[in-house]
Every structure is written in C-alpha cells, then in structure tokens.
C-alpha cells in the first residue's frame, strides 16, 4: 500500500532515534513535513539535516516534552506557521525496570510525566486544530508490556496501560469528527531503550547483557528482536488517510508473542 502524506504536517515526539526517527523519515518519504521533537538538540538537529540533505522535508526542535510551557508555544508555532496539524505521533517515552520492593517513589512521577501526562498534553493542544479541520491522525506508542506485563516493569506497564485507555477513551469522543486515535504496541524492538533496560535486567539476572538478549530472542516466535522499521511501517498505516475505519485499536506489534 502506498501511504500518500503530500502537504501534511506530523508532529512526532522522541524523533532523535530509534521508532520515532523511523517515523519521521517514513513520514517525510510520503511527502509529509515531519515536525521532530527530542531533547538533545545535536541528535535531532542532525537527524532532521540528514533528511533534507536527501531532499526531504524536516524540522528538528529541541524540546523536553514535559515542559508544558515549551509544548504550548511549539504548538503555537507550528499551527502559525502551517495552519495545519494532520498528525501526531507520541512516541518519546522512558523506561524504568526495577524490583518494586525496592523502587523508590521518588522515581514514579518522572516515568508518567513522559509516557502519559505529556502524551495527555500535546494531544489536547494538537486536537484543537485537527478538530477545526475534521481530520486527524493520532497514533500513541503503547507497549506489549501494558497487555502481558513484564516483571521488574510495573511502573512503566502501568503507564503504558494508561496510555491504552486513554487513546481508547479518547477515539470514541472524537469519533464523529474524522479523528483516529490509535495505539501500537511493540515488543522488544532494537533500540538505545531497550539494551539500556536490558543492561540493568541482565544484570538483575547475573548473566551477560548479549546473553540476556539472545533469550529473548529465543523466546519470539519470529526468532528476533522486532525493529524501529517493524514499528514505523505499522504507525505509517495508522496515520495513512485511507486508514479511516480504524479508531481505538491497539495494534501489537510483537512477532506474535501475544
Ligand atoms: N524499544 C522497545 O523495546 C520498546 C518496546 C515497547 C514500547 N516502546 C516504546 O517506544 C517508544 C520509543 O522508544 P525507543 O525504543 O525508540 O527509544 P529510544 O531509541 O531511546 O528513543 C527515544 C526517543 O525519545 C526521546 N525522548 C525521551 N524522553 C523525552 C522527553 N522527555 N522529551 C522529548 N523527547 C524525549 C529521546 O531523545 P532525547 O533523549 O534526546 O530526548 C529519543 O529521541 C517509547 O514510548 C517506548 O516506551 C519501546
């Protein structure tokens, strides 16, 4: 299926690398403007120049997602400078894999403020003008830990669940109004977050971090671990306009170890 986003403009949240890099590039291949948020500014700046210099659209902005006043004035910015928002992907979330015995408190509120508070806010600034419009795309970065669970991850799987009922909550009020809202979610996909979580696990485990990987490996019915590519082509769908009947969903993207 050819994915045409010609003239649309899609903001996507942790577009620095792995899935939300992936994202962007795709995005920009099907003619869309990526908008790309990430806080190190090196990193995105880069990835955005990388995709221009190939002859595509993109722009970088260094932001930290849980800074509401920053997310206001870069929404501002970009409905002043585009007069439109077609799509966005909340994809920049954190991980925190830990004994809840002996997690400390402390550490919860960060690990929400990403995966839902911010998601929560950037949604509601970025509704606005696609409800103005009739059409939007919203696709949510969920996790296959929010359905299974995943032991050491309660936090974190507790946000992601978050996230599943508000993408389903929020499909149905916005239904009637050519807005999708959408989830995807993956399993264990080759990326900075995953090796750093699988660092501390193996550790958890006493065994070696590749050695830890490989079990995991084992343990996927396709015999891998998924990748950023697996997981963009997937949101690619979702943010497709002929994707119209498809609301509320959450679609896994696991190799089939749900
Ligand atoms: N990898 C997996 O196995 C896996 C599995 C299930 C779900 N997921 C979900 O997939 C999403 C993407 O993860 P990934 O694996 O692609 O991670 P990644 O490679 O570590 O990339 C995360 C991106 O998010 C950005 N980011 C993090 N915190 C941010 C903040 N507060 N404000 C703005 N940008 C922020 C990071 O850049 P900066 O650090 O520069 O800000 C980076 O660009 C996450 O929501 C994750 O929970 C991943």
């Avoid at 015995?101 to 509704?127: H, Y």
């Avoid at 606005?128 to 299974?148: D, F």
């Avoid at 977050?193 to 958890?204: A, D, E, P």
């Amino acid at each position: 299926m050819s994915i045409d986003l010609t003239d649309q403009v899609h903001i996507i949240t942790g577009a620095g690398r792995g899935i939300g890099l992936e994202t962007a590039r795709r995005i920009a291949q099907a003619g869309g403007l990526p908008i790309m948020i990430a806080r190190s500014a090196e990193q995105v700046e880069q990835e955005a120049a990388r995709l221009r210099d190939e002859g595509l659209e993109a722009q970088a902005h260094a932001l930290d997602i849980t800074d509401a006043d920053g997310c206001k004035a870069l929404i501002k910015q970009v409905r002043d400078d585009h007069g439109r928002i077609d799509g966005l992907v909340n994809n920049a979330g954190a991980n925190l894999v830990a004994n809840l015995l002996m997690c400390k408190e402390s550490t919860w509120g960060p690990i929400f403020d990403v995966n839902v508070f911010a998601l929560m806010r950037l949604t509601q600034l970025c509704l606005k003008p696609m409800v103005r419009a009739k059409y939007g795309r919203i696709v949510n970065v969920s996790s296959i830990a929010a359905k299974l669970g995943a032991p050491y991850n309660t936090i974190y799987s507790a946000s992601k669940a978050a996230v599943e009922g508000f993408t389903r909550s929020l499909a149905l009020e916005v239904a009637k109004l050519g807005i999708t809202v959408n989830a995807v979610a993956p399993a264990q996909v080759d990326t900075d977050l995953l090796r750093q979580g699988m660092s501390v696990r193996s550790k958890m485990a006493g065994k070696d971090t590749e050695e830890y990987i490989q079990s995991i490996v084992e343990a996927n019915p396709q015999q891998r671990l998924l990748t950023p590519a697996d997981v963009a082509g997937t949101i690619m769908h979702l943010l497709s306009p002929a994707t119209s009947g498809v609301t509320g969903q959450s679609w896994n993207v696991c190799g089939g170890v749900a």
